[in-house]
């Protein structure tokens, strides 16, 4: 039983939920605006986190199944670009049943917030993350100015 506009709030926000969950279940797959939302969530892949320090950007990118000669770093008009492939083959005599791990090319430019080292900028990738380490410039470092008395 209902005991006041509350309840009846919650009761329409609940139905509200539901439906909202139904129609994403039911989503017409051949919808364009649906494909469009894939393709922008794919165009973001390598999830990727960049920090600062005092002296340097650090960028961090997912890219399981990945080796060094499938991977490019390079910096380009004051960004960071990211390329890369992966590719999968299926062995000779093998019959795919499953293919969940799809073949992707990228490219992320990931702008950079401030001038960059870039001939010092360097790269590592280690269990599937590309650790790219980029110093910043020299004008780019805090400077401390020390005070004199007048």
Known sequence: ML???RDFEHTLNAMDRLQRRLDRAFVDWTDPTWAGERRRARAAWPATNVFETKEAF???ADVP????ADVSVSVEDEALVVRGERKTEVPEGYQV??????????TRKLPL???VASDAVSATLKDGVLTVT???AMEALPR???V???
Request: charged share 25%; no cysteine; hydrophobic share 45%.
């Open 134 to 136: 980029l110093p910043k």
């Open 144 to 146: 401390q100015i020390a």
């Open 3 to 5: 005991t006041g506009w």
């Open 113 to 115: 917030p401030a001038r």
């Open 65 to 68: 199944g990945l080796t060094e």
């Open 148 to 150: 004199k008395a007048g």
């Open 58 to 60: 650090v960028v961090k």
């Open 97 to 106: 049943h499953l293919r969940e791990r799809a073949p992707i090319a990228f």
